[in-house]
């Protein structure tokens, strides 16, 4: 079994930024899609942003548009969720995966993921 292990969570006032990252096992998925996932408990999971393959190709749910910001690094088979102007709506569980494709629900054709990280947000 693969792993992406997600990590950079933790605990911030509201308006507070946070930067997630997710390192792979090897370069396994440097010829596919990535994103980030949350589940807030309770709740069904949700699309938080994907990226693709090629540069400039993202796609990012409306809850975060204008505050997220997705990146991967693929020399480093490193992910990155850039979080801004963090909301104590956005407190979830978050997931790095590798999905088939990158666009809307996109999160509902994930092939990969691993160990999310806890953001919790404080108003």
């Known amino acids: 079994q693969v792993h992406l292990a997600a990590s950079g969570g933790g605990s911030v006032q509201a308006g507070g930024s946070l930067r997630l990252s997710c390192t792979t ?4 998925y440097s010829s596919f899609p990535m994103g ?30 204008g505050r997220f910001t997705i990146s991967r690094d693929n020399t ?3 992910l990155y969720l850039q979080m801004n102007n963090l909301k104590p709506e956005d407190t979830a569980m978050y997931y790095c995966a590798a999905s088939r494709r990158c666009g809307g629900n996109w999160y509902m054709d994930i092939i990969d993921w691993g160990q999310g990280t806890q ?3 404080s108003s």
């Open 25 to 28: 096992s090897g370069n396994a």
């Open 76 to 78: 480093k088979n490193t």
């Open 36 to 65: 980030w996932f949350s589940w807030p408990p309770g709740k069904e999971r949700e699309g938080v942003a994907c990226i693709g393959t090629s540069a400039g190709t993202t796609y990012y749910g409306d809850s975060v548009q």
């Open 119 to 121: 953001v919790t947000v």
